[in-house]
């Protein structure tokens, strides 16, 4: 089955920095995700991004965070400014179509110090 | 409004049987999917099982069998014959096709322990 690939799986930020955490979607797919996770808690929709733009964010998803698609193949996810509280697992999703499931990557484990 | 409701924060189950995790759903979209994930101690979300508004049947997907009740607004899950490796993190999430939102919504998961 194809798979959506995220890079870092572990990243390690001081407060402050910039991160920026990315993902290849499943070729073929339209619509894009980001999702956080803290330990292990309630899966939070951050925003989601057709055709080239974002089409829905959700209130955790401020001026410090960033999505882009820059090449057809890649999608990020920037945090210009790094907060302890940004510490998460976060997750990228992909899917072809809105009827369909999710794909989710493996996940980015952020830490925050 | 909580759009999915998981009442149930964790659930023991002996090996061999069968459990039922609980979820409610919110939504005044006839078009909607509900869906199933998995997620392990490893951490990654695996996909279970599937059901559309508009199916007659319920989904079974070998082991995993969604008992939905359109009417009560319920989606449960139902695993048969547990393994040691159900053990997990279960969330039910829901997509609503015709509201205008492109988002699946996560419930807040039930932990699954499966004793031998």
């Known amino acids: 089955e194809p798979e959506v690939t995220q890079t870092p799986s572990h990243q390690v930020t001081q407060m402050g920095q910039e991160v920026i955490l990315r993902c290849v979607p499943i070729?073929?797919?339209?619509?894009f995700y980001w999702y956080r996770q803290i330990l292990g808690q309630k899966v939070e929709f951050l925003v989601s991004f057709y055709n080239n733009e974002i089409s829905e964010k959700s209130e955790i998803f401020d001026d410090q965070f960033s999505v882009e698609r820059p090449d057809g193949s890649n999608f990020t996810l920037k945090i210009r400014s790094t907060k302890l509280e940004d510490s998460a697992m976060y997750f990228c999703?992909?899917?072809?179509?809105?009827?369909?499931?999710?794909?989710f990557g493996s996940g980015t484990q952020l830490s925050v110090l | 409004a909580q759009k999915i409701t998981q009442t149930q924060p964790g659930m023991f189950v002996q090996e061999k049987e069968a459990v039922t995790l609980d979820c409610t759903y919110d939504t005044s979209d006839p078009s909607y999917g509900l869906f199933w994930y998995k997620q392990p101690s490893s951490g990654e979300m695996i996909f279970l099982i599937y059901?559309?508004?508009?199916?007659?049947q319920n989904a079974t997907e070998g082991r995993y069998s969604l008992n939905f009740q359109k009417a009560r607004k319920s989606a449960n899950l139902v695993i048969s014959a547990s393994q040691l490796g159900d053990s997990a993190m279960y969330f039910c999430a829901m997509r609503e096709v015709t509201s205008g939102t492109y988002k699946y919504i996560f419930g807040t998961g039930t932990r699954l322990k499966v004793l031998a």
């Open positions: 059901q559309g508004s508009y199916d007659q």
């Open positions: 070729s073929n797919h339209l619509y």
């Open positions: 999703a992909s899917v072809k179509d809105l009827y369909e499931k999710l794909f």
